[in-house]
């Protein structure tokens, strides 16, 4: 169904445990992908290493995206990096707290990374610091509030023809 | 001032000018003409030249990750119809396959093939539209009213299978809702028979047109590098001269078991990426011979979704006729089937390039998180890149040729 | 013939309105008039903002072919036009960009919300959709569907076709369109 290139994977972690010992937090397989949890202080210089590593290559940034943990009152970014000559991916994860969510931008590494967190600042409120133009993006400018956080209710406020209590809302 | 006029204008210094220049900003959007959809550009314009753009974008953000946190799996797909809904069955197959990834359902041979087909199909009908208005943005509306024709063939077919035109809703997690019925046949025959005349004598009427290669050589250009640094894929990278196709690099679907070519472009200008549109859907209908040859040599005519009763909805005559049928429906469409938790990335390639599904399952009923990894956001943000110093006539057509659609663009 | 007139499949040659015809003339009240020319020299300006715009292309196509109701002449200006087409959904970021474009029309105008998110929003009930626009500006006619087929927009517009040619020349000024005008805070 999906191939896993487990020695791939194992290469992979090697090296990485072998630069950043202290920096990883978790790494796992889930699925087909290799899947790296590291510390927000150390984020930018681990995905600047995947970029510039000539073994690793992680020369493509397919995509960013914003989580919100509740439970643990933390907000997180994963980035799916594809490197295009080794055809690998690897997804990286980082959190931050939901208290002060500050993490460095990636823009400096891929200019694609610009929209991208700025989607995440839209929705989720994260910060990236040294982001050339953080501001709201799909969102109207004066909104104050981070809609994909989970507290956020999805539905317009403003309807009053919705029963309630048919909905269990 | 005579000689000002006649000036080539590549050889104009835009940026450093001696004395102080007066720019114009022009407002283009949201709602113009010309920008094929709700999306803003603020230029600042020296004389017909473009310095600098700034886009506003977000007009027709729909919340689709929100909506995604709320609803079951199965009604996720009519949300992904609406992503590009220039071919919306792309969409709905790639979440599906998503799906099946976290949930283990292997796909028999025939829906993989079936699956294929339509895919192709509406490959076919995105790069036709995407096609046709470079056409109308250069000043041709023939070919448009010419090849919509052909689109509508498209939609019949779509019809035969699932019932409507645009926004298809098609097929369910682990294959299709039902079997394709004889017309279904008879009209894709009928359309890989017609259709390849037709887009020959289209291209003949722009591929070689001296007006049509002059608006459109050299024009948006965009260097392979900064292509990759700025996330494209797609049509859109190839035309750039980088053969990054999903279907080839990690066949999905059983894509490994088909032959056919990328087409590459030179130059990453607009008549690179019109010629890579082309290219690929003649390779589309070469595909779907492929499957449909494939499809005829099966002995099985029948299986048209994974026997997975768990998470596969039942046909609906068994839901009426079968108690076990009926069960699993009522269990699936409440919500009484546990999902696995887990996360999954699964990425097709849809008509614009790599459309990725980021999902995390909690193991509730609805997903805990969906992320859509959208071609056209993120290689839309290159546009200012690619228009700086190029005219304003220039930037229009380097924008139809780069297909921003606006669904996809906002989700 | 009202019912054959606004067959999909005959051909518009408008018939004629109400009157006293004799030898050599022919005698119909002024608005009569005015209505016919009016309905059956429509200029759309498209407001297409997602997949019902799709739908509108094909109308617009050589298959459906919208120029046989006299609307083939799309006017991209506001300035221009006497119908509006909403298609597609209208967020909330877009509410005041099509408030404005309504006002910049020159009455008579008329409004037709084509497809299920400019109606009533439709399955995007969430923050940032506007629940309908007759929230922001008025609505003649309604086409439901997700997105409508050609013919049901093609319905719509016989639909405002049958509005036009009957409106009063003084509803414009009449104090009840005032109080519309005056509920949705336009002057």
Request: hydrophobic share 40%; with cysteine.
């Amino acid at each position: 169904m999906f191939k896993i290139n487990a020695e791939r994977n194992k290469f992979v972690v090697k090296i990485l445990s072998d630069n950043f010992s202290e920096a990883i937090v978790q790494q796992e397989v889930i699925l087909d992908m290799l899947c790296i949890t590291v510390t927000k202080e150390a984020i930018n210089p681990f995905l600047l290493f995947l970029r510039d590593n000539n073994e690793l290559k992680y020369d493509f940034l397919t995509t960013l995206c914003g989580m919100h943990y509740p439970e643990i009152d933390q907000l997180g970014v994963v980035y799916h990096l594809h490197s295009l000559t080794n055809n690998h991916y690897i997804r990286v994860k980082t959190a931050t707290e939901l208290s002060n969510p500050v993490l460095p931008t990636a823009t400096n590494i891929w200019p694609s990374a610009n929209w991208m967190e700025r989607e995440t600042f839209d929705f989720f409120g994260i910060q990236f610091q040294g982001h050339p133009n953080l501001v709201r993006i799909l969102n109207v400018d004066d909104m104050t509030a981070f809609p994909l956080r989970k507290d956020f209710p999805l539905e317009d406020q403003t309807r009053e023809d919705k029963d309630d209590s048919m909905f269990g809302r | 001032m005579a000689n000002e006029l006649h000036t080539d204008y590549w050889e104009r210094d835009f940026v450093r000018t001696e004395e102080p220049k007066e720019y114009n900003t022009l407002n283009v959007g949201p709602t113009h003409p010309a920008t094929h959809g709700v999306f803003q550009n603020i230029m600042l314009m020296d004389g017909e030249f473009i310095v600098e753009t700034e886009q506003t974008i977000g007009y027709i953000h729909r919340a689709f990750e929100k909506i995604a946190e709320r609803r079951p799996f199965y009604q996720i797909t009519p949300l992904t119809d609406r992503l590009n809904y220039c071919s919306a069955p792309l969409n709905n197959m790639g979440w599906h396959m998503t799906v099946e990834k976290l949930l283990g359902i292997e796909t028999p041979k025939r829906v993989d093939y079936l699956r294929i087909v339509i895919m192709e199909f509406a490959r076919i009908a995105d790069h036709l539209i995407c096609n046709s208005v470079i056409g109308v943005d250069s000043g041709a509306l023939t070919g448009f009213t010419y090849l919509f024709q052909s689109r509508e063939f498209i939609y019949e077919i779509y019809e035969e299978i699932c019932g409507s035109r645009l926004t298809t809703n098609m097929g369910r997690i682990g294959g299709f809702e039902r079997n394709f019925s004889a017309k279904a046949w008879d009209k894709i025959r009928y359309f890989l028979k017609t259709y390849p005349a037709k887009l020959a004598e289209f291209e003949n009427l722009l591929a070689r047109n001296r007006i049509f290669m002059d608006r459109t050589i050299n024009v948006g250009s965009f260097a392979a590098d900064r292509a990759l640094a700025y996330g494209f894929t797609g049509p859109n990278l190839r035309a750039c001269g980088v053969d990054y196709d999903v279907r080839v690099m990690n066949p999905y679907c059983s894509y490994d078991e088909f032959d056919f070519f990328i087409p590459l472009g030179q130059n990453g200008d607009t008549y690179d990426r019109f010629m890579v549109r082309q290219e690929e859907m003649r390779q589309s209908l070469y595909i779907i011979e492929q499957a449909i040859a494939k499809l005829d040599k099966m002995d099985d005519k029948q299986t048209y979704y994974a026997s997975d009763p768990r998470f596969v909805l039942p046909p609906k005559e068994k839901v009426y006729n079968n108690m076990e049928a009926l069960i699993w429906h009522f269990k699936i469409v409440m919500g009484e089937t546990d999902i696995p938790a887990g996360e999954v990335y699964h990425c097709v390639e849809a008509a614009n390039g790599e459309l990725g599904f980021y999902l995390v399952s909690d193991g509730g009923r609805t997903p805990s998180r969906l992320h859509f990894r959208r071609p056209c956001f993120i290689y839309y943000q290159a546009y200012p890149e690619m228009v700086k110093g190029t005219m304003l006539s220039d930037a229009i057509l380097t924008m139809s040729s780069m297909n921003v659609i606006a669904g996809e663009l906002d989700a | 013939m009202a019912e054959k007139q606004n067959s999909i499949l005959t051909p518009t040659t408008a018939a004629a309105p109400e009157g006293i015809s004799g030898q050599g003339f022919f005698a119909t009240s002024l608005e009569k008039a005015v209505g016919l020319a009016r309905k059956n020299s429509l200029w759309p300006l498209p407001f297409a903002t997602s997949c019902c715009g799709i739908e509108f292309m094909a109308t617009m196509g050589s298959h459906y072919d919208l120029a046989r109701f006299g609307s083939e002449r799309l006017s991209f200006s506001p300035r221009q036009s006497d119908l509006l087409m909403v298609m597609g959904t209208v967020a909330k970021k877009m509410g005041p960009v099509l408030r404005e474009i309504y006002i910049q029309m020159a009455e008579p105008k008329w409004v037709i919300a084509v497809g299920a998110c400019a109606s009533s929003g439709g399955i995007f009930d969430t923050y940032s959709v506007l629940q309908g626009i007759d929230r922001i500006i008025p609505v003649d006619v309604y086409v439901p569907g997700c997105p409508p087929r050609p013919e049901q927009i093609i319905d719509g517009i016989i639909k405002i076709q049958e509005l036009v040619g009957n409106e009063s020349l003084r509803r414009r000024n009449s104090a009840e369109y005032e109080a519309l005008m005056k509920k949705y805070n336009m002057e």
